[in-house]
């Protein structure tokens, strides 16, 4: 049970772990690191604190078994990513397991109640405070989320009272079914611990003896100005689970990694992705949607990620210019009707082009190439539209079946939304017309066409 | 940006009672506009209630041949939908003429109607203005007033109503579907909006926590032919300094139904009753179209800098006429919407 708990706990490490792997340019030894940091970290921390031997220490195969499951766990971490359910459940037992064993152990060096317990929380959310530490992220504990250490207090608080009514045996059980209990249902109701606030207190007397020192009253911030007056997650009826906290957690796939983030609800679709995520490749050029340079496909459309808040798009695919050669294999896959995308295929993807990029290179469609990677989603989504029949302000005849001739007029106009201050705008019309003709030639209707195309994409004679 | 809290609304009871309880809560669609008055501070809630996502995201037929716009349709979703291509191309047009490709993914049908203002004056916390902080004072007169209101603004604002499918949506006499906390009811859309008067605070006459669930369109008379034409700054990307929606059904020789509104002249979409007045049962020419827009600008009392906005308004509206009256089998003489047609004779 010992070695199942700590090899589980490496395993969550490493998976956490490798999200940031790419942008934190962590190795194997990192990963390794991180498992034995929340695979026995919460142990040692417990062990140290009751100046006992660290259990960890006391036979070869904790050290080991943390260094496996970590490297298991990085393998497999798609896998695990996709399993959220089993792993959370799995968690909550493992986390159960820590604080029975964590508040026995207290309780058995003889230390009162109330340390009993915050040992058995330490040996539980220890180690992921380390980790924590050593990726330099967020500790997330301290933050308004899971309901991990009240899960953890309650299992603690449990394994004392019953132990005094029976046995110890019992009381573990007890513990690890309370623990177990709580976390799940904080997982399935969307519990949350409640924000920190300040007691808005008035600002009256001292107002008037510091009055006329030059000091403008008025601009002083409320004290509650950040601490939100925020009714009960009860009281949001038919509300989702992240009702009411200005964190959310959201998760979203990004050039076909899940990523999973907490973020303020202030945040914008390219925030997350720049200063959350390290995907650069969109561009922050005015940050009101004038520009496009932050132009993505969102579930297959363009959109203006600056404008989009990144918690309303909870679960949505978003491809970057990065994603784009990997979307176009993808789709060449599909039109050979094998759709698998196997490794091989993706990382050939990774290291080729989107016709489009290879057209901008070919024509010189750019200068600065700052509102490159807009110009190209943007054109990406854009070939989608026209693929799926959509007219547009210039097109000659509104209710023409299938898709607009392209001529520079219409692609002038449907690329409106993405300036170049360089003015490589000639080039770029060259080089979409020059994609679009290609892809029309090989009548290649794109696979992410808009959702309720007038008739769904497919097939067609090509129009120039 | 002020912090504030999110939640996603599982149905329209639940995203009203939300609001209901919470007067600094707001309804959130496609952001294109809240996201971006809540970066400049116009806009403060202090909860987001998303309704981007409730199951109004069709447009269906209605029993007489008619149309129910979802309010969470996508623009792009509804400029593309076959059946207003076919049968109101004003409103395709209209939102085809909106904003950028990238815009129109994001903004809904209900969005769009409640957009708000982009006077400069009203966007810049910094500035008085008396439709953001009532009772500031409204510097635009003396200021930048370029692409202001010539049509019914008062002494507190002078502000337009930016929307171009709101414009096609009074000119086909839309109705718009509103659930509330005093329960459902339809709103015209041309009484959806108000004159600023002195409380310019207000766009429209939808109370606080009142929800827009669909647009209803009528059918248009066998005969009909509409149409949008929208004049601007650049050739695409730009509001509208003016713009015309028209509907037009030529019978025996006669206009028998023609429904004019005009855009970017006022703080809502302008029905022009007067100039639908001069033209019903009149047979149509270029003559009477020039009189019946002259009455309709009568009343128009535009600001230094934007007088050009009359002729202007004139001619968009004599030209979008005459292109809906000639014979349709002889085709339009000018395919392109907007463009300088309308600018041929402004000074």
Not at chain 1, 238 to 253: H, Q, T, V, Y
Request: with cysteine; glycine share 10%; charged share 20%.
């Amino acid at each position: 049970v010992d070695l199942a708990a700590v090899g589980i706990g490496a395993v969550q490490g490493a998976v956490f772990g490798n999200r940031m792997a790419r942008e934190r340019h962590i190795d194997l030894v990192g990963i390794a690191s991180i498992g034995i940091a929340t695979g026995v970290g919460g142990g040692m921390l417990r062990d140290l604190l009751l100046e006992t031997q660290v259990a960890a220490l006391g036979s070869n195969r904790y050290l080991a078994t943390a260094v496996l499951a970590a490297l298991v766990g990085m393998l497999f971490a798609d896998l695990v990513n996709r399993m959220e359910l089993a792993v959370v459940a799995i968690d909550a037992a493992s986390l159960g397991i820590w604080a029975a064993v964590g508040t026995y152990k207290a309780n058995g060096f003889g230390l009162g109640v109330v340390p009993s317990v915050f040992v058995g929380v330490i040996a539980c959310t220890g180690g992921t405070i380390i980790r924590d530490l050593l990726l330099r992220t967020e500790v997330s504990v301290v933050r308004v989320g899971s309901f991990y250490s009240i899960a953890a207090l309650g299992g603690s608080t449990t394994f004392l009272a019953v132990e005094r009514l029976s046995d110890s045996a019992t009381a573990a059980v007890a513990a690890i079914l309370v623990t177990f209990g709580l976390r799940m249902l904080a997982y399935f109701f969307g519990w949350r611990t409640p924000r920190s606030r300040a007691l808005p207190i008035p600002h009256g007397g001292a107002k008037d003896k510091h009055e006329d020192k030059g000091k403008d009253h008025r601009q002083q911030p409320p004290v509650t100005g950040t601490a939100l007056a925020c009714p009960s997650s009860r009281g949001y009826a038919g509300a989702r689970k992240e009702a009411c906290w200005m964190d959310a957690r959201i998760s979203l796939r990004v050039d076909g990694l899940v990523r999973d983030v907490i973020v303020d609800t202030r945040t914008s679709l390219l925030d997350l992705l720049r200063e959350h995520l390290g995907v650069t490749g969109p561009k922050k050029g005015c940050d009101q949607g004038q520009c496009g340079a932050c132009t993505v496909l969102l579930d297959g459309r363009r959109v203006n990620s600056c404008l989009a808040l990144a918690v309303a798009y909870d679960g949505g695919e978003v491809a970057t210019v990065s994603g784009l050669a990997a979307l176009a294999q993808a789709q060449a896959g599909a039109h050979d009707g094998d759709g698998d995308r196997d490794g091989d295929r993706d990382s050939e993807a990774a290291a080729a082009l989107h016709p489009l990029q290879r057209a901008f290179i070919r024509h010189d469609a750019f200068q600065c190439g700052y509102c490159t990677p807009g110009q190209l989603c943007s054109a990406v989504g854009m070939l989608a539209e026209v693929a799926a029949g959509w007219p547009s302000v210039v097109s000659a005849d509104l209710c023409a079946p299938g898709p607009a001739a392209l001529d520079e007029a219409e692609i002038r106009e449907r690329m409106s939304g993405n300036l170049c201050r360089c003015g490589a705008y000639a080039n770029i019309v060259l080089a979409i017309a020059e994609a679009a003709a290609s892809s029309n030639s090989s009548s290649n209707a794109p696979g992410n066409a808009p959702a309720n195309a007038p008739d769904g994409g497919g097939a067609r004679e090509a129009v120039r | 940006v002020r912090p504030f809290d999110y939640t996603r609304a599982q149905d329209a009871e639940s995203a009203i009672r939300l609001l209901e309880r919470n007067p600094s809560a707001v309804f959130l669609g496609g952001g294109t506009n809240l996201v971006d008055l809540m970066r400049l501070g116009v806009t403060t809630p202090e909860l987001v209630v998303d309704v981007a996502r409730l199951p109004y995201d069709r447009v269906e037929p209605l029993p007489g041949g008619g149309l129910r716009i979802g309010a969470t349709v996508r623009n792009s979703d509804l400029a593309a939908d076959p059946a207003v291509r076919a049968r109101y191309p004003v409103l395709a047009q209209a939102l085809l003429a909106g904003a950028s490709g990238q815009f129109r993914n994001l903004a809904t049908t209900g969005g769009n109607l409640l957009q708000r203002t982009r006077c400069a004056y009203f966007q810049d916390v910094a500035l008085p203005c008396n439709k953001r902080a009532p009772g500031s004072g409204c510097p635009a007169r003396d200021g930048y007033h370029t692409n202001l209101a010539i049509l019914g603004a008062s002494p507190a604002c002078v502000a337009t109503h930016p929307s171009d499918m709101a414009v096609a949506l009074a000119a086909l006499d839309a109705v718009v579907q509103v659930e509330g906390p005093g329960g459902p009811r339809a709103v015209r859309l041309r009484d959806l909006h108000r004159l600023p008067g002195d409380d310019p605070s207000r766009d429209t006459v939808l109370d606080h926590g009142e929800l827009i669930t669909a647009v209803d369109l009528s059918p248009l008379p066998d005969g009909a032919r509409s149409r949008y034409r929208k004049v601007r700054d650049r050739a695409s990307f730009a509001f509208a300094l003016v713009s015309v929606a028209a509907v037009v059904e030529v019978a025996g020789g006669v206009l028998q139904d023609v429904r004019i509104a005009l855009g970017g002249v006022a703080h809502k979409p302008w029905r022009a009753e007067r100039a639908e007045e001069v033209l019903r049962g009149a047979p149509p020419s270029e003559e009477r179209f020039r009189q019946a827009a002259e009455a309709e600008l009568a009343a128009a009392a535009p600001l230094r800098d934007n007088a050009f906005k009359v002729p202007l308004a004139r001619n968009v509206m004599v030209r979008t006429l005459l292109d809906l009256a000639e014979d349709p089998a002889e085709g339009p003489a000018d395919s392109q919407a907007g463009g300088p047609a309308g600018n041929g004779e402004a000074p």
